[in-house]
């Protein structure tokens, strides 16, 4: 579904990603590794909001390295961004409104997509006339995954869902997500290792800007490596 | 929008304050509010397309009155040359102000948006040089006026008679009103425009051609302009720097207005506009109208600024 082959990415002088490569199919990849290890950059790399200086990036077998971020959300592409970049001054029906209207292929199917996205956090259809920026940062949390899933999108980006949140929501989050992957591809990134390996399939270590280790989920349980960094046990 | 101002008694208040004043007035000195309100439907128009770019998608143009000016000269022409009434030149002028939006945004305030808004203030302050000083080359400094024999109908209500024309520029000032409203909340552009203004980031990973966007409601609100350049022209005499003095009226009156406000503009106009009127209807201190002006832009900032601090 999507294939990172030796990518390269700056900024200014500082090379933050090291001819990195990677795929995910139809399951959900999880993507660890310390603060500044290029997490994000991957991320906003894989959506255009930087451009790689080499490598491509293929997505259902096409190029999508140099088009623009809003034509690859169109293709199928939803990321529910570490600031979450809600419109705050929108109530959360808006918020969720927008999040299907530009998307060709469910523009039509509004209110199917509302109904799937009450159902899988109740929270929001509550809170449905309540202004975006006025709630919580849990409640923005879900609303960002909210609008990205009204979308309706073939791969899912999470880019540290956790983030400040308190840990009982955390877990409530990563039930969410592994019921996700049943429909759709997802990749997050994480600090809370312990809690997403519950939830992927498949994952990476991203170290200093290249893949220090990949296997699936239950291998890096067990990982010497991830035990001693990641797991702290 | 009601029951947001119902639970602020401090707008009920000023609401029913203003409205005795207006009433006193109507009394007093008829013509005042008469004249005052022709006034605030000229500077409500000319202010709302203002209010569009900076309250909605924050673009800070401080050429918007220049603009307007530039439709009016635009428009002189037309009925020189072509000997067109301006109410038929209004479609090219329109037209042609979309298109030039269009050419300025896409050389030179689209390579500011990412840059800090200063750029943004000096980049516009030297477009408004180049068009005064531009119009001043073609056209000179000579102030220019096109007669129409309807522009001095006049009414008499009691025993006060008054001009009548001016209610076109209220005329204009509510169709302008009541169509960005329907654009900004029905129609999906201008929801997508208002998404832009409240996160261009967010915007853009939802599917919004974000620079699309932008270069449409810039030309949009210039293409307004045009529409009041071409009105202008029907009662005023037009020179290069007539501009300069609505582009800081119409800063003001979105400052007053409070950013993103639509119809909060027409209020703030009306004010401006009476009290404006008001000082003028005394024989000889005409020239203290601007006082007025300035007055209410401190008087609104230290409120605002009071406000912020609770």
Same mark, same amino acid.
């Given at each position: ?21 990677f ?7 999880g ?39 809003h ?12 600031e ?16 299907a ?20 956090f ?13 709630m ?8 960002a995954?909210?609008?990205a ?5 073939k ?22 997500l592994?019921e ?20 992927v ?21 067990s990982n ?10 | ?30 013509t ?20 569009l ?7 800070v ?43 300025i945004?896409?050389?030179?305030i689209?390579?500011?948006l ?21 119009l ?12 129409l ?25 509510v ?7 329907? !654009?900004?909340?029905k129609?999906?552009?201008?929801k997508?425009?208002?998404a ?21 409601? !810039? ?12 009105? !202008?022209?029907t ?33 703030a ?17 005409g ?5 007025? !002006? ?17």
């Amino acid at each position: 579904m999507l294939e990172i082959n030796g990518i390269d990415c700056y900024y200014g002088k500082l090379h933050v990603l090291r001819n990195l490569s990677f795929k995910i199919g139809d399951e959900a990849v999880g993507l660890f590794g310390p603060n500044g290890a290029g997490k994000t950059t991957l991320i906003n790399a894989i959506i255009s909001l930087i451009k790689p200086a080499a490598g491509d990036i293929i997505f259902d077998g096409e190029n999508i390295t140099t088009s623009e971020t809003h034509t690859i959300a169109k293709k199928g592409i939803a990321l529910v961004p570490q600031e979450r970049e809600l419109f705050p001054e929108m109530t959360v029906y808006e918020n969720l409104e927008l999040g299907a209207a530009f998307i060709p292929h469910v523009k039509n199917r509004t209110a199917e997509r509302l109904e799937f996205v009450y159902n899988f956090f109740p929270v929001l259809k509550e809170r449905e006339k309540q202004h975006a920026g006025t709630m919580s940062g849990g409640q923005q949390r879900m609303l960002a995954i909210g609008r990205a899933l009204m979308a309706d999108p073939k791969l899912l980006i999470l880019d540290e869902p956790s983030l400040g949140l308190q840990p009982s929501i955390v877990s409530e989050l990563f039930e969410k997500l592994a019921e996700m992957k049943k429909h759709i591809s997802v990749l997050v990134t994480e600090q809370n290792v312990r809690e997403s390996l519950k939830s992927v399939d498949r994952g990476y270590v991203l170290e200093n800007g290249e893949i220090a280790l990949e296997d699936t989920a239950e291998n890096l349980k067990s990982n010497p490596h991830v035990i001693k960094a990641y797991l702290g046990i | 929008m009601a029951e947001r101002i119902l639970k602020r008694p401090l707008y009920i208040i000023v609401g029913l304050l203003s409205a005795a004043v207006i009433v006193l007035l109507l009394f007093w000195k008829p013509t005042v509010v008469v004249y005052g309100v022709q006034r605030a439907g000229l500077y409500a128009g000319i202010a709302l397309p203002m209010a569009l770019i900076l309250g909605i998608v924050h673009i800070v143009n401080l050429a918007h009155g220049e603009f307007m000016i530039t439709a009016a000269y635009i428009t002189y022409f037309l009925c020189n040359s072509f000997g067109m009434s301006p109410f038929a030149a209004l479609v090219p002028v329109v037209i042609v102000m979309f298109l030039l939006g269009m050419l300025i945004f896409k050389f030179t305030i689209k390579h500011t948006l990412k840059a800090p808004e200063l750029n943004q203030l000096i980049l516009t302050f030297g477009l408004a040089m180049v068009l005064t000083q531009g119009l001043n080359l073609i056209a000179t400094s000579q102030p220019r006026k096109i007669s129409l024999d309807f522009v001095t109908s006049s009414a008499t209500v009691g025993e006060t008679t008054f001009g009548t024309y001016g209610f076109i520029y209220d005329l204009a000032a509510v169709l302008i009103l009541a169509g960005l409203l329907f !654009f900004l909340r029905k129609t999906k552009f201008g929801k997508a425009a208002v998404a832009v203004g409240q996160n261009p980031r967010g915007a853009r990973i939802i599917g919004i051609d974000v620079n699309k966007i932008y270069i449409l409601v !810039f030309s949009l609100a210039i293409a307004l302009t045009g529409i009041m350049g071409v009105l !202008f022209l029907t009662s005023q005499s037009i020179f290069p720097l007539a501009g300069g003095s609505y582009t800081m009226k119409s800063f003001c009156l979105v400052a007053m207005a409070g950013m993103g406000s639509l119809p909060g503009i027409v209020f703030a106009s009306i004010g401006l506009g009476i009290a404006e009127s008001f000082i003028m209807s005394f024989q000889g201190y005409g020239g203290w109208s601007n006082i007025v !002006f300035f007055a209410l832009i401190i008087i609104v900032i230290l409120i605002k600024s009071f406000k912020g601090k609770r």
